[in-house]
């Protein structure tokens, strides 16, 4: 059986509510080697493409479309947008 790996502790809290600060990525924005996003948010319908660190799930993706107002949640990094705007909260 596999265990589960979240922790709810205050780091956790603090990255769900944006307290490591959120970077503006747009139209041919290339986030630094170093940068780390618990969440990508789409202010406008976004194509980019992505590595996660994540376990499990979507762990890289080119022209990957995120609609207007919705998020993604994950540990991402080289995020590059081809069109649109995302809002990147940084991850601790």
């Given at each position: 059986?596999?265990k589960?790996k979240?922790?709810?502790?205050?780091?956790?809290?603090?990255?769900?509510?944006?307290a490591y600060?959120?970077?503006?990525i747009?139209n041919?924005?290339t986030?630094?080697a170093?940068?780390?996003?618990?969440?990508l948010?789409?202010e406008?319908?976004?194509?980019?493409?992505?590595?996660?660190?994540a376990?499990?799930?979507?762990?890289?993706?080119?022209?990957y479309?995120?609609l207007?107002g919705?998020?993604?949640?994950?540990?991402?990094k080289?995020?590059?947008?081809a069109s649109?705007?995302?809002?990147g909260?940084?991850?601790?």
């Amino acid at each position: 059986m596999k265990k589960n790996k979240i922790k709810y502790d205050e780091v956790t809290n603090e990255q769900s509510f944006g307290a490591y600060g959120f970077i503006d990525i747009v139209n041919g924005t290339t986030t630094l080697a170093d940068d780390r996003f618990a969440v990508l948010q789409a202010e406008a319908d976004t194509t980019f493409s992505f590595e996660n660190e994540a376990e499990n799930g979507t762990l890289s993706a080119s022209n990957y479309v995120l609609l207007k107002g919705t998020s993604r949640y994950g540990y991402f990094k080289n995020v590059v947008v081809a069109s649109g705007k995302l809002v990147g909260y940084y991850a601790k």
